[in-house]
């Protein structure tokens, strides 16, 4: 077999690869979710009307300031934590310090449960089934995600 002969086959089997590739990467996509994330489930699930809509999105945004508040102190107390590493420090200011991350993460958890007891008193009689059973999904809907595989 010649060279040429040779490379016009590798050529062409390069070719077809990188056709079969860009075929999988824009057709092999499984479709995205098209909702707001847990927001529209949660409206879904327990089937609020429009006026329950609308208080649960006052919820929302007064979660979300005081999360965020708590996120950027949090962010602030673990960069001073590892700002201890460049100098010499006692045991006992480190575990103050963790002690503080520890005391502001119980805070965030306990936001958390009560923006879902805001939620839950949103319910009518006959909603509180459908979120008591929305709440055992709850620690699923709202886990960090993982790498994408």
Request: with cysteine; glycine share 4%; aromatic share 8%.
């Amino acid at each position: 077999m010649s060279k040429v002969r040779l490379l016009t086959i590798t050529s062409i089997g390069l070719l077809v690869c990188n056709i079969v590739l860009l075929a999988f990467m824009f057709f092999g996509k499984p479709p995205h979710p098209n909702h707001e994330g847990p927001k529209q489930l949660i409206i879904e699930k327990l089937g609020f009307n429009d006026t329950q809509v609308a208080e649960y999105d006052l919820l929302i945004d007064t979660h979300k300031t005081s999360i965020s508040s708590y996120d950027n102190e949090l962010k602030q107390l673990k960069q001073n934590l590892y700002l201890l590493l460049s100098k010499e420090t006692s045991d006992l200011e480190r575990n103050e310090m963790i002690q503080k991350i520890n005391d502001l993460q119980k805070d965030i958890e306990l936001t958390h449960y009560h923006h879902f007891e805001q939620i839950k008193s949103l319910c009518e009689d006959d909603q509180i089934e459908k979120f008591n059973e929305l709440s055992k999904d709850l620690s699923k809907m709202f886990a960090p995600k993982g790498p994408h595989k």
